[in-house]
């Protein structure tokens, strides 16, 4: 049997009815709560696996928290030849380029409302239902229509729509992560979130949360970006990460070498490392969800360590299989009681330490009376240099006076100071006239800098006659050049 059709298989069987069911009560040291809402424990199915709704009901049954289902399409599409999934056994890791078979938005639309019709939301208060949104591969990379449509379209009946905007086997999709394209999907996607109909019946929220997917690919000035639009879009939560398009020298299996995105333990440290960067940017109050190799409780309680509220799994589930959901959530139970805190407060400290910080209320007072300060010591200086600056005028003009117009000075015979800082000035002035001072226009007369310089721009203006051969020189030279300078 190929890894497809063994994949195949495991979704025929969990969608049968006949799958086994995981009857244990959740231990209360799994427990969570998420935006409002308490879960029985933080263990969620990542996209990918369901990726037609054909086993949401079997999937919670062996004790998923949160399925996600998808990704969805809005047109159906077959995806990438195959072979297209690959086993890499001795890294107990799976590389894949399925590029989003889908059956497409109708077909997965009937689905969730068979699913809805049995399981109204009202009587499943601990399970999250999640709809994971791609896009088809004959849309236009920058097209972020088939989003919009997959929020109006999904938004209706889940819990959570999911943005992927990080799965590597559709071209261009990933390059919707970059700031300007992830501004405006987010913005859009918001504002039509915002659009849709309020839900009664036992929905957990009015309307379903938006949570953003990201690659563990992104450096930091990338996860910087991602952070300031994730803050300004109003997303209410971020899945980190998505498979890598790294290739990890720790690699011994034969089909490593396949294109695709490889998930894993060997993606561990990447997506562990991907986001503690982007919670370190993010405030606690929005949640983060680790998914990558996340294989034992103890990898499972690193990320919350980090200040994940949930994490999800796949590759691990396809290697344990149905087990896998009772196995990890008891390894986690034996961890949290021998630490002896529970997930919650595990995950909230992690959030609450290494999230970004709000400014608190005492730290703001004290921001703004430095601020203050600093501001009356920015006009002292500003009054200082206005008083020099005209010390420095009044004496470039006795200068000028006093050295080549004998008549002026016979006018004023008191005289002025002596100029300094003459040599940095053009300032010419009509010899019948006492040292007349133009500004060349408004913005020009009289500006402040930020750093606190008074430039004061002087107009050349023309000398009347002859007589005073230096100013005349200096103030043709200027108006030639049009070249005004400041004192
Ligand atoms: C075969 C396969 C198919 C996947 N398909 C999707 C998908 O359609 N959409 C998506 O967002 N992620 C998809 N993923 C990524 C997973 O949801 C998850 O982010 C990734 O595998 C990392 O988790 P893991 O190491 O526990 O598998 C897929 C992963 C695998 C292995």
Redesign the pocket.
């Known amino acids: 049997m190929t890894p497809e059709t063994a994949?195949r298989f495991a979704v025929r069987v969990l969608g049968s009815g006949w799958a086994p069911q995981d009857r244990a009560q959740d231990d209360p040291s799994l427990g969570v709560q998420l935006w409002g809402h308490r879960l029985s424990s933080p263990i969620g199915l990542?996209?990918?696996?369901d990726?037609d709704a054909e086993a949401i009901e079997g999937l919670f049954g062996i004790g998923f928290s949160w399925v996600?289902v998808?990704?969805v399409t809005p047109k159906p599409q077959p995806g990438n030849p195959r072979p297209r999934?690959f086993h890499l056994p001795e890294d107990s890791?799976?590389i894949?380029r399925?590029g989003?078979p889908s059956r497409g938005a109708h077909i997965v639309l009937s689905h969730l409302r068979s699913y809805l019709a049995k399981y109204p939301p009202s009587s499943a208060p601990d399970r999250i239902l999640a709809v994971?949104l791609?896009k088809n591969k004959s849309s236009p990379p920058d097209d972020i229509s088939d989003f919009i449509n997959g929020v109006r379209t999904f938004g209706p009946l889940s819990d959570v729509l999911?943005i992927?905007v990080?799965?590597p086997n559709t071209p261009g999709l990933r390059g919707l992560q970059n700031r300007g394209m992830l501004e405006e999907l987010l913005a859009e996607v918001i504002k039509t979130r915002n659009g849709l109909a309020e839900r009664k019946d036992g929905w957990k929220w009015a309307k379903p949360k938006i949570v953003l997917?990201i690659a563990p690919d992104l450096d930091k000035a990338e996860l910087e970006d991602v952070a300031e639009v994730v803050k300004a879009s109003g997303v209410d939560g971020v899945?980190v990460?998505?498979?890598t398009i790294q290739r990890p020298s720790s690699l011994i299996s034969a089909a490593s070498h396949e294109q695709g995105?490889l998930?894993?333990?060997p993606?561990?440290p990447l997506?562990l490392k991907a986001f503690r960067t982007l919670r370190s940017l993010l405030p606690p109050s929005i949640p983060l969800i680790g998914?990558?190799?996340?294989?034992t409780g103890r990898d499972a309680l690193e990320f919350a360590e980090a200040g994940a509220t949930l994490v999800?799994?796949?590759?691990?589930?396809?290697y344990d299989g149905v087990g896998f959901p009772r196995r990890i959530k008891d390894q986690l139970q034996h961890e949290l009681t021998a630490g002896g805190k529970t997930w919650e407060e595990i995950s909230k400290g992690g959030a609450e330490r290494f999230g970004a910080k709000p400014l608190r209320a005492e730290d703001a007072e004290d921001v703004l009376k430095n601020e203050g300060k600093a501001f009356l010591q920015d006009v002292e200086n500003l009054e200082k240099v206005l008083v020099e600056l005209d010390q420095d005028i009044s004496s470039a003009l006795s200068e000028l006076e006093q050295g080549s117009q004998p008549e002026a000075r016979e006018r004023d015979p008191s005289g002025h100071p002596e100029a300094h800082g003459v040599s940095e000035s053009t300032i010419a002035h009509s010899t019948t006239e006492p040292a007349l001072l133009e500004p060349t226009s408004d913005a020009e007369s009289a500006s402040i800098s930020a750093t606190g310089d008074v430039p004061i721009t002087l107009a050349p203006v023309k000398p009347a006659d002859d007589s005073c051969e230096a100013e005349a020189e200096i103030a043709t030279a200027a108006a030639a050049t049009g070249d005004v300078k400041t004192i």
């Open positions: 994949h990542a996209a990918g696996f990726k996600e998808g990704s999934f890791a799976i894949n399925y989003f994971n791609g999911v992927n990080s799965s997917k899945i990460s998505n498979t995105g998930s894993g333990p993606l561990y997506s998914c990558g190799g996340i294989t999800q799994v796949y590759t691990a589930f396809g």
